[in-house]
T-cell receptor, first 115, second 115 residues
């Protein structure tokens, strides 16, 4: 079982659709993260959860709605997305978001395409 | 404005030689620096890190050097192997206003090791 699993790996959706991205970590970590990677841009942090509580929201539009029902699962609910939202969405986890030396462990990402 | 910069989008090195990947940063408040490696269709994998109070950290073939006065770090891979061919991301860890550590990534350098 890999450490951080993301589903689906690929998603194509229209601008009026509603879909969800799922992330599950099997590492016993307490913090989980959503990142966006657009072409030619660095990874951008979107949300941070610590023990199921959202601690960071980096100016992300409300059409992205995260949910963390427990410390092992993280969702990103998507609705009325725009073409510029097409990107690779990566989930990560770490033992503790208050320790800077703790590395984050990443899933393989969901490649999202908005038509 | 990018706080973490990797100015070389790509680097080619002969097998057995040294690979040197560079990274510059602007924020002197970063506490830790990390290197990640990414193969196509996979998520980034943590490679090595260094605390801002150190100037060198070594792990097998990988060594990271930090020059705080120049706000510069580098990753040395010796000897380089074809399996090292990947995209390498530099990341800096610092505390946000909410008290959690966040990673700021560079755009990455694609390393090709030629057999």
């Amino acid at each position: 079982e890999t450490g951080v699993t993301q589903t689906p790996r690929h998603l194509v959706m229209g601008m009026t659709n509603k879909k969800s991205l799922k992330c599950e970590q099997h590492l016993g970590h307490n913090a989980m993260y959503w990142y966006k990677q657009s072409a030619k841009k660095p990874l951008e942090l979107m949300f941070v959860y610590s023990l199921e509580e959202r601690v960071e929201n980096n100016s992300v539009p409300s059409r992205f709605s995260p949910e963390c029902p427990n410390s092992s699962h993280l969702f990103l609910h998507l609705h009325t997305l725009q073409p510029e939202d097409s990107a690779l969405y990566l989930c990560a986890s770490s033992q503790d978001n208050r320790q800077g030396y703790q590395p984050q462990h990443f899933g393989d990402g969901t490649r999202l395409s908005i038509l | 404005d990018q706080q973490v910069k990797q100015n070389s989008p790509s680097l080619s090195v002969q097998e057995g030689r040294i690979s040197i990947l560079n990274c510059d940063y602007t924020n002197s408040m970063f506490d830790y620096f990390l290197w990640y490696k990414k193969y196509p269709a996979e998520g980034p994998t943590f490679l090595i890190s260094i605390s801002s109070i150190k100037d060198k950290n070594e792990d097998g073939r990988f060594t990271v050097f930090l020059n705080k006065s120049a706000k510069h770090l580098s990753l040395h891979i010796v000897p380089s192997q074809p399996g090292d061919s990947a995209v390498y991301f530099c990341a800096a860890s610092g505390v946000s206003g909410a008290g959690s550590y966040q990673l700021t990534f560079g755009k990455g350098t694609k390393l090709s090791v030629i057999p």
